[in-house]
């Protein structure tokens, strides 16, 4: 997700607008109050640093949303790492200026905004005249469609303005603060927060903005660990930062989220995927940059196979993550006809990539992307490469075998040594020509065919190195080589987990006959935060002897529980379970003293069976980890009619 | 953790040596070299940003650490969060100013430092001085009897010096940096990393130092979510930020840390703990402060029970928690042996703390502090309350109904608004009056009934409120209530996961027959980085074909593998799934083909059994989730003889 990815949605929710222009607007009827009422009440979420007045942009996950987000990232673990063999890493979250600077962030992660000039309060300035655009058209007094037509141009550009043009446009349209008041000028400002690291105050330092530099300065331990084998991927769950100019929307836009990221290294001359043929019969709503911009809506009838055969998607294995994310995402929860994958268009990609797809989930909010999947072509290996001095490549095998022409650079320390009187930078010297890459010992070695001395650059000083003083030995080779070289591509699908957990929650809330009191999520049991609820009819010994047996058996299994032994009617109780999206529950009554059998709920039918209380490991370990449905266990049990009513 | 925490290391390393000094010492025999090779070279961790030269105190995990990371947390997750029913938070690592200088962290968590003159290099100031007598002491012409007793002194009394103190010391030895040069005078230096959160600069924060604010912070929610119900226990895993002054020892002293925290909170009347009766028989190598300052060794006889009766640990609840901890460090890998407790000296304890107990494992190192068990009494709950100008407290059922008294406070928000011309300034006014204490309340009371009138400070202006204005009503009342409030105790486990893995690795390698070259690692299964390798013997398609069924089960069942389908002999490949501690091997042989069983082998006896594919699921399984042994399995299988040596 880049800042300019972002810029994109506000653009892209206008144009579904238009596209829905026709339709009612499903977004309006959705309950969202009564959702954040929930989130709240029952701890799935909290402005974090509440107490003081919080924080914008920073959230607390209490218990049930803590659950639900380490369910989620467990289930992303087995559904790439495990699935795809794939090499997780954990790098740090604290990054050297230079690291950031090759990536190109420190340049161009950036937002421009303004401040009101009385109070301080700054705006990203894009946002700004968005808004002010959606004030002015909702004026008592309509605009004159000549008006409307430029101020809806105008909202379509100013993401796209320089400082100059954001100026003007301030100016001539006369936008104020909220508070009223003039202001200032417009600057860029980076994203990243900033930090020294060390005492020193030498070292400056971002918190990243991904985790995927962390990928690419470990590339040699990673291709080393694979055995040399080209493709493979990385993946990282781990902390990213931004420090938006003035976050909202909750959830969705935060200053501190987790990330998880794949970095999948192919060879650019085939970027076919061995399991491709497991996902090619798939047919998903995918929405191109072409038809973006023709205002033309998106194609659900191509098959992934027929995508990749026909352009549409650049290459097999971009279109296998992209099909590995849409079954992600159904698997936890998320509606089907919820899902789009969305191009972008060439303005929006962002400096690193050639190809990108958001996956984009509809919410109350509009369209929202919560994972990109981008061709980074090895524009990130070659910047560090060429900053580090450091070769980031692979290779391979050749057909037949190939004459390799190449430079050796074999400097004489010692003599070297006793010729500069500065021995630290004799050092630095030999440490440079050891590093040197293909292309620069070229250069090098064409100044000393030529003089036969060569000038070195070290630390802005320029240090001779001469062949008659026995200084340095250069000489040409050619070897019989059985593999090419090559600079990796790599494919990178990108996920925001702090954003799918809040389509999760959206996507899963319900409400029983039409009573907003009664909600629930139907979170599928995989990512629900607790999987059973363990219920003693009435909090008598006679019942209580049976909870601490069958906990023991849930923990046994890893199975997480929750006990409400609390004296209420159990209608009540699994309403309090129902509503954090418990998706079972076991209670105790009588038959369970005489016959050691529990009664076992499914949330969404809300029917019950007769299970043994030996079953009960199995039973929940299978269908939390998706072995069986609940379809699958009512077939096997007992059906149960409670003689009371919920 | 504290910084305070760390100073002591050295001491007690050395107090260590003195209580050794007739013993062989074993660490010297510890082959860190061999561990540090395998660790690198199969990618456990790595230096962060390497290719850039690194960054000290900055590591990052590859697969095999990040493996070995995620398991160890998972069972701690386990063991602490399941078992205790513990309610999991995640906060932010962005932290506020307000939040930190609150908890003391932005006055109280420094180092002190100086810096070489010339070159800048930062020194922290204690190591410095311990540092300069170390080599002062192995100088050829060793110091006079006297000399060495000054200088011990000076050891253990330096890192309690203050600036004035730490000067002298430096002028009166004529201590120099690492490169022989002047040192500047020695000043305070924070340890947290300072960033600015928002583009409008005024809002100073920090990375977290421990996760723990973020539980307190949290308070209100945590206890609601638990019913009201005290004791209660919340559990966060994150990370930590220290700024180290000169990080070094590896992955034991790092810039960022993944941390595991406990807060419990426990009534201050009844720190029993009602699951103390399952740990009480255990008997823990506990080493008292007392002892520690008086050079007598650990207690190694007392059960938990008599130790809490003797006050040796403060109460039940530290005692329990102790225990777990115990437990948890020997079912992760670490040797019963290498485990200590320790008490903090009384200068030595945080600042929020009244008893404290640390984990201490032994390594090459000396023994290393992994996990702290504070008693924080209501040090935290207590500031924040008095700072956010919120109650956090519980309540505890009274036998008796009792009489409360207290003021009701009513401002009249009409004509407050009436007779305050600046309206934002009247409605912080009502704000601070909502918000006030039950100490606040009774001190205005006291104005209220003298003058009839009140003094309000907002924002440093003293407003006044009239009660012949009709601005203001105040009142007494008396209340009968069935409970009284008090604010929680906090204790506190608080784990460095870091610092376990290092241990765990260390505790783990293990040699074959005296061969330094055939190292592994005896990893129990549950924390294993790879559970089971599959070895086709060799990679024919008869072989191979198996490959991807034995795979698709492991997946199924959640269990980590590696293939290695190299042409390699057998042994050489068990030798490199050894080296990266993969306890199970499965090979596909001849007999595969005929019998749909394949051989299964352990790492430490390096026995094999017979096992039938079908029950490759649940055998690994249950090996990995401790519900069986290898020594139960092995009974169950025919043992395999292997025709040819490993």
Not at 108 to 119: E, S
Not at 177 to 190: I, P, Q, R, T, V
Not at 192 to 215: C, D, N, V
Request: aromatic residues 10%; neutral net charge; charged residues 35%.
């Amino acid at each position: 997700m880049t800042s300019q990815e972002e810029k994109t949605e506000n653009k892209n929710e206008k144009k579904e607008k238009k596209e829905k222009k026709n339709k009612t607007d499903s977004n309006t009827k959705y309950d969202r109050a009564g959702l954040e009422n929930v989130m709240k009440r029952r701890f799935f979420t909290s402005p974090a640093f509440e107490i003081y007045n919080g924080i914008a942009g920073l959230y607390d996950y209490g218990p049930t949303g803590c659950a639900l987000k380490n369910n989620i990232e467990n289930y992303w673990r087995e559904h790439f790492i495990l699935e795809e063999s794939l090499l997780e890493i954990s790098a740090t979250c604290l990054t050297p200026e230079i690291v950031l600077k090759t990536s190109g962030h420190v340049d161009k992660f950036t937002d421009y905004a303004v401040k009101d000039v009385k109070t301080g309060q700054a705006y990203r300035c894009d946002k700004l005249i968005q808004e002010w655009i959606n004030k002015e058209k909702n004026k008592k007094k309509k605009p004159s469609e000549e008006k409307l037509k430029e101020l809806d141009e105008l909202y379509q550009e100013c993401d796209k303005f320089d400082e100059k043009q954001i100026d003007d446009c301030i100016e001539k349209y006369k936008i104020k603060s909220e508070a009223g008041n003039d202001l200032s000028k417009s600057y860029k400002f980076n994203l990243m927060f900033e930090t020294q690291i060390g005492p020193s105050g030498g070292l400056k330092g971002y918190l990243r903005p991904e985790t995927a530099q962390g990928h690419f300065v470990n590339f040699k331990h990673l291709l080393e660990f694979n055995g040399g084998k080209i493709p493979f991927g990385s993946a990282s769950i781990g902390l990213g930062f931004r420090n938006e100019i003035a976050p909202r929307s909750g959830l969705l836009r935060v200053r501190e989220f987790t990330m998880a990221e794949i970095e999948y290294f192919v060879d650019p001359e085939n970027k076919n995927h061995k399991k491709f043929d497991t996902i090619k019969h798939l047919k998903l709503p995918l929405w191109r940059a072409k038809d973006q911009l023709e205002f033309k809506p998106i194609t659900n009838d191509l098959t992934i196979e027929e995508a990749v055969k026909n352009k549409v998607i650049a290459n097999e294995t971009l279109a296998y993550f992209i099909s590995k994310t849409y079954l992600f995402l159904v698997e936890i929860g998320i509606r089907p006809e919820g899902i789009r994958f969305r191009q972008h268009t060439p303005t929006e990609m962002a400096h690193y990539a050639s190809d990108c797809w958001d996956a984009e989930i509809e919410t109350s909010y509009g369209w929202i992307e919560v994972a990109g999947h981008a061709d980074r072509t090895c524009f990130d290996l070659s910047r560090h490469s060429e900053v580090a001095h450091i070769d980031l490549v692979a290779a391979r095998p050749l057909k037949e075998p190939k004459i390799v022409k190449g430079v050796k650079v074999s400097p004489n320390k010692g003599v070297i040594f006793k010729d500069f009187s500065d021995k630290a930078k004799a050092k630095k010297l030999c440490e440079k020509l050891e590093k040197l890459t293909e292309d620069e010992k070229e250069k090098y070695m064409q100044e000393f065919e030529n003089n036969g001395k060569i000038e070195v650059d070290v630390d802005g000083e320029k240090l001779l190195l001469d062949k008659e003083k026995n200084e340095i030995k250069m000489e040409r080779f050619e070897n019989k080589v059985m593999e090419e070289k090559f600079i990796p591509n790599v494919i990178e699908p990108s996920f925001g987990i702090g954003r799918i957990i809040y389509c999760v929650l959206e996507h899963c809330f319900a409400v029983r006959a039409n009573d907003t009191k009664r909600t629930y999520f139907n979170f599928p049991p995989c990512v629900a935060p607790y999987k059973v609820s363990i219920l003693p009819l009435v909090a008598t010994n006679e019942f209580l002897q049976f909870v601490e047996p069958i906990r023991k058996i849930l923990v046994q299994n890893g199975i997480s529980y929750k006990i409400d032994d609390n004296n209420d009617s159990i209608g009540r109780r699994y309403a309090r379970t129902d509503e954090i999206g418990v998706p079972f529950g076991i209670t105790i009554d009588d038959i369970t003293v005489k016959e050691q059998t529990v009664t076992f709920r499914e949330i969404n039918t809300m029917k019950q069976i007769r299970l043994p209380i030996n079953d009960i490991g199995i039973v929940c370990r299978n269908l939390s980890n998706r072995v069986e449905k609940w379809e699958d266990i009512m077939k096997k049990y007992p059906l149960f009619e409670a003689v009371k009513k919920e």
